[in-house]
T-cell receptor, first 115, second 114 residues
Framework: AQSVAQPEDQVNVAEGNPLTVKCTYSVSGNPYLFWYVQYPNRGLQFLLKYITGDNLVKGSYGFEAEFNKSQTSFHLKKPSALVSDSALYFCAVSPNSGGYQKVTFGTGTKLQVIP | DVKVTQSSRYLVKRTGEKVFLECVQDMDHENMFWYRQDPGLGLRLIYFSYDVKMKEKGDIPEGYSVSREKKERFSLILESASTNQTSMYLC?????????????FGPGTRLTVL
């Protein structure tokens, strides 16, 4: 069975500092990997995805994520955090094996950017 | 822009009532999904549909049913609401083209069952 682990319930970072939100996954074969963000009282918004190719994926709002196959990780990063980045972040995985495959979400990490 | 709308933002129902949650998407997506979101548990898939009148169980289908009579509309039904179904319900849609695609989410319905 596939799974996603987001080991930190909350990450605090000062405005202007780099941020990292961690994600590790387990799936049979190669993965599709996603990051979503949820602002208060809103649905989830897609940030970025990894399908194949370059291990560094760039997404919306200056976010990027690095795929590391040996460590089965897909950490979300941003060089300089903004207060407006404060939100709930979800990592998700699906097997890359043809046809529609179920997407499994992590439990979420709350990012708090401190002014 | 893709727009996914849900019929209610907030809903309060009593135990035993039949509850309908409606979801409509305007981008002609083949796939539609219902999730529930609970603190510490993330998103859990209830049901999904990859075509009109087609449905597949997700991870937690017990106590729920779904209906998809038209491509743009996907309904979640709680036949007899219980207090443990108090949750945030999120609808999503995605196209079918090549790889697994990102999902587009509605704003959510916060359901309280008393």
């Amino acid at each position: 069975a596939q799974s996603v682990a987001q080991p930190e319930d909350q990450v605090n970072v000062a405005e202007g500092n780099p941020l990292t939100v961690k994600c590790t996954y387990s799936v049979s074969g190669n993965p599709y990997l996603f990051w979503y963000v949820q602002y208060p009282n809103r649905g989830l918004q897609f940030l970025l995805k990894y399908i194949t190719g370059d291990n560094l994926v760039k997404g919306s709002y200056g976010f990027e994520a690095e795929f590391n196959k040996s460590q089965t990780s897909f950490h979300l990063k941003k060089p300089s955090a903004l207060v407006s980045d404060s939100a709930l972040y979800f990592c998700a995985v699906s097997p890359n094996s043809g046809g529609y495959q179920k997407v499994t979400f992590g439990t979420g990490t709350k990012l708090q950017v401190i002014p | 822009d893709v727009k996914v709308t849900q019929s209610s933002r907030y809903l309060v129902k009593r135990t035993g009532e039949k509850v309908f949650l409606e979801c409509v998407q305007d981008m002609d997506h083949e796939n539609m999904f219902w999730y529930r979101q609970d603190p510490g548990l993330g998103l859990r898939l209830i049901y999904f549909s990859y075509d009109v009148k087609m449905k597949e169980k997700g991870d937690i289908p017990e106590g729920y049913s779904v209906s998809r009579e038209k491509k743009e509309r996907f309904s979640l039904i709680l036949e007899s609401a219980s207090t443990n179904q108090t949750s945030m319900y999120l609808c999503a849609s995605s196209p079918t083209s090549g790889s697994v695609n990102e999902q587009f989410f509605g704003p959510g319905t916060r359901l309280t069952v008393l």
